[in-house]
């Protein structure tokens, strides 16, 4: 029995350097309180021999004292439960909600869907036209204006860029001298000036 009792108090050094609670400390616990007798005889056997009030009131410390151990052990563990739960049904809440949300949105989005009220093609009673989708207006001689910036639409493939700054159409054969001055480049005469 002593051997028992030496590994178990070494045992016990061991754990109790350790001070959080758990189940091999808790099991050790147990291990050396079995070979006390419990109850009212119990500590009363253990009472030192001398049957000593103060002996008595010292072993039921000592025991309430387990007591009070297990009881807030058992508070705090089912308090760190509760919180768990609590916060894994918060998270749980929260991502449900986005789901929601983003359903929602989606649903939104599908149902709105970008179309032109307009007619694509827009025709006038002097021969110009409107194309709405790409924004040219396109009179009746064929000249195209771009009816966002209200410029002259030119055909960039058509162009040729001079050094000066000037620029040839080849479509047209009309050369737009760097000062805006239009030249018919098969007549030679000036279209128009801008400055």
Do not use: H
């Not at 009212?40 to 009030?53: A, K, T, V």
């Not at 599908?110 to 409107?130: E, K, R, W």
């Amino acid at each position: 029995m002593t051997i028992l009792s030496a590994s178990l108090n070494q045992a016990s050094l061991f754990l109790n350097a350790d001070s959080a609670s758990n189940w091999l400390n808790d099991a050790l616990t147990s291990i050396q309180n079995q070979g006390n007798e419990g109850g009212l005889l119990g500590m009363l056997e253990n009472s030192g021999g001398d049957g000593s009030i103060s002996s008595f009131l010292s072993s039921s410390a000592n025991t309430a004292n387990q007591f009070a151990l297990i009881s807030q052990n058992s508070v705090t563990n089912m308090s760190s439960l509760v919180a768990q739960i609590a916060a894994q049904s918060a998270q749980q809440t929260s991502a449900q909600q986005l789901q929601d949300s983003m359903d929602a949105l989606s649903a939104t989005q599908q149902a709105v869907q970008p179309t032109n009220v307009l007619d694509p093609t827009i025709f006038f009673s002097d021969g110009s036209t409107l194309d709405t989708n790409s924004n040219i207006l396109t009179m009746a001689d064929g000249t195209q204006i771009d009816t966002t910036t209200g410029t002259k639409v030119v055909d960039t493939s058509s162009l040729i860029q001079m050094a000066n700054g000037a620029y040839l159409d080849t479509a047209n054969n009309i050369l737009t001298m760097s000062d805006g001055t239009q030249i018919d480049t098969v007549t030679g005469l000036k279209v128009s000036t801008t400055a």
